[in-house]
């Protein structure tokens, strides 16, 4: 586990929530237990009215006409979350439930949900013991919140349900026990507090944006690569051509493609002389095809980072003491930004994958045929191309947009649902796909590169090449290609490449 982060509900950044999800444990500042203590005295004087609450005195959903008796609040809550913990498939991976959890307590902290700040110690807890609940992956459709996961997690704080302990996965009651934590007993709304709300999703699509920015620079290493492999013009990248349309990440991508390239040796040798007049879309076009990727992400980022902050949890509990029932855990701003990286990872894979068969083609490039010498006798990279070509197609199936969907749950009173969960969990795999297709042609762009020898690129991408060669040979003659491309995408995940841009 990394240090401390000390963040104040509802002024979480991205940085932070970055940090978190690498490891580091989530503490709040000082003072902050007050807000959530009156949000609690508030709904306690409420419920001493008898009057009718949702979800602290009623069922819920369809159910919310039934009245439950006081004797029966704190039973209530613990059949919530065991009848809702009805998630299937695999495991989510530990950094993204670390996530979950932090998300969880920034939004209780805030006050307005009427829970303990016992409720939240406890969550804070689960993080630095890394005590990680077993969330199933599957079976929230986005809308009353991401029920059935924040169930699966809310049972291990009353000492239910399973949990990680490293490697290990235990009773819920044992996990708190080797951690030295005490089970919960649940108040009147709490358990309705811990698994409404959206953090599941936004945990996700965070997770997905992190991963999605880094492969985006990845990328424009890999593309200023590919343009110094073809013999490819820089004059596409010029300031004057995306200052007259003003697109703003255009402008920052051509801005990062001129440096990337910048004293290459290789663009020098061909600048007179050369009877070209325009590059492909792939090489040409990447300010605007990049840059429009970039302006998503920007969008889907400020987009999460306010959901991250938000309270999303029903119904609420004013600190005048109202009880106001809305609709906050529904994930719509979620899932249309999960959508929209989704978006960005298909382009930025479909764009790496039109700059390999660019290169692997003699008469677009004019290297040797699938870049190897001896062609015929040697493949090359022939059929790393067709990888690169089955991945990118298979993100193209994966972008389809979730948001539009909806079935209605709960019989008709959960009528429209945003399917947010659904469209974050895909990203993950969607930036598998991303990271496979640019691990080859980073491996396709340093074999181009290395046909102009002596000549060199750039500064910058000779430490990129450099980074290639030490975990790949240059391809003389046909061997085993697959731990090249599984090496080259470790490098590509653990960010070498996305770090050399500036």
Not at 17 to 36: C, F, K, Q, S, T
Not at 259 to 271: C, D, M, Q
Not at 294 to 299: N, Y
Not at 390 to 410: I, Y
Request: with cysteine; aromatic share 4%; proline share 5%.
């Amino acid at each position: 586990m990394s240090a401390a982060r000390i963040v104040a509900p509802g002024h979480a950044t991205l940085a932070d929530l970055r940090a978190i999800l690498e490891g580091a444990v989530l503490e709040l500042p000082a003072g902050w237990e007050a807000p959530v203590a009156r949000s609690v005295s508030a709904l306690a004087a409420r419920i001493a009215t008898g009057e009718a609450l949702y979800g602290v005195n009623t069922g819920f959903g369809k159910l919310a006409s039934q009245r439950i008796g006081t004797e029966d609040l704190a039973k209530l809550q613990r059949n919530l979350l065991r009848s809702h913990a009805a998630g299937i498939g695999p495991f989510m991976p530990a950094p993204v439930v670390r996530l979950v959890l932090a998300l969880k307590a920034l939004s209780l902290a805030r006050g307005a949900s009427a829970v303990r700040p016992e409720v939240v110690s406890a969550l804070l807890a689960l993080l630095r013991a890394d005590v990680l609940p077993a969330i199933p992956a599957k079976g929230s459709v986005g809308a009353s919140g991401d029920l059935a996961p924040l169930a699966h997690m809310g049972l291990v704080l009353i000492g239910e349900g399973e949990a990680f302990v490293g490697e290990e996965v235990l009773p819920g009651a044992e996990a708190l026990k080797r951690a030295g934590l005490a089970p919960l007993e649940l108040g009147p709304k709490e358990g309705l507090a811990l698994l409404n709300g959206t953090q599941v999703s936004t945990a996700l699509a965070l997770a997905g944006l992190f991963a999605t920015q880094s492969l985006w620079r990845s990328a424009l290493v890999a593309g200023a690569m590919s343009v110094d492999a073809a013999r490819g013009s820089d004059t596409p990248f010029d300031p004057r051509i995306h200052a007259l349309r003003g697109q703003p990440g255009q402008i920052r991508a051509a801005a990062a493609l001129r440096t990337l390239l910048e004293g290459s040796a290789i663009r020098e040798s061909h600048r007179t002389g050369d009877s070209r007049v325009q590059d492909p879309y792939c090489l040409r076009c990447q300010p605007q095809v990049m840059g429009a990727c970039l302006d998503l992400l920007d969008h889907a980022a400020a987009v999460l980072e306010r959901e991250a902050n938000a309270v999303t949890d029903n119904p609420l509990v004013t600190a005048e003491g109202e009880v106001l029932s809305g609709g906050n855990f529904h994930a719509e701003p979620v899932a249309f930004a999960a959508d929209t990286i989704a978006l960005a990872l298909a382009e930025i894979g479909a764009l790496s994958e039109r700059r390999i068969a660019l290169l692997t083609d003699p008469v677009l490039s004019g290297l040797p045929a699938f870049l190897v010498r001896e062609g015929g006798l040697n493949s090359g990279f022939m059929i790393a191309q067709v990888t690169a070509a089955a991945l990118a197609s298979e993100n193209k199936s994966l972008a389809h947009p979730r948001s539009v969907d909806s079935l209605p749950t709960s019989a008709n009173q959960e009528d429209h649902v945003s399917m947010a969960t659904g469209a974050a969990l895909r990203l993950a795999e969607m930036a598998d796909n991303t990271a496979g297709i640019l691990a080859i042609e980073f491996l396709a762009a340093a074999q181009g590169i290395g046909f102009h020898r002596p000549l060199a690129t750039s500064e910058v991408l000779e430490k990129a090449l450099a980074e290639i060669r030490g975990i790949a040979a240059p391809w003389d003659e046909d061997r085993l290609m697959a731990p090249d491309i599984a090496a080259a995408r470790r490098l590509v995940e653990h960010g070498v490449f996305a770090a050399l841009l500036r």
